[in-house]
């Protein structure tokens, strides 16, 4: 059975920082790991991805504030998050590709507010 687990989320400023961890489990090839998030009324979007030898790819957004890595060793991986801003705001989900549909967590909340 794959299962991944985000955890970190939480309420912070704007200009706060949050680290957000995927843990993943299960008998599925990894060689890319990415980031999502789906702000309320929204698409889901991607926000960042990192193949197993640490490539890494940012969307616009978030370039130059978010930092994605992974653990191979521990089969996890995180998103650092600096200067937050509202905009911000969404449930962050980790994503395997695989398939049609890939893999997905269950997402954690995200909320950047004064």
């Known amino acids: 059975q794959v299962q991944l687990v985000e955890s970190g989320g939480g309420l912070v400023q704007p200009g706060g920082s949050l680290r957000l961890s995927c843990a993943a489990s299960?008998?599925?090839?990894?060689?890319?790991m990415a980031w999502y998030r789906q702000a309320p009324g929204k698409e889901r979007e991607w926000v960042a991805s990192?193949?197993?030898?640490?490539?890494?790819n940012y969307a616009d957004s978030v370039k130059g504030r978010f930092t994605i890595s992974r653990d191979n060793a521990k089969n996890t991986m995180n998103l650092q998050m600096n200067s937050l801003k509202p905009e911000d705001t969404a449930v962050y989900y980790c994503?395997?590709?695989?398939?049609?549909?890939?893999?997905w967590g269950q997402g954690t909340q995200v909320t950047v507010s004064s």
């Open positions: 299960g008998s599925i090839n990894m060689g890319v």
């Open positions: 994503n395997v590709p695989a398939g049609q549909r890939g893999y």
């Open positions: 990192i193949t197993r030898g640490g490539s890494t």
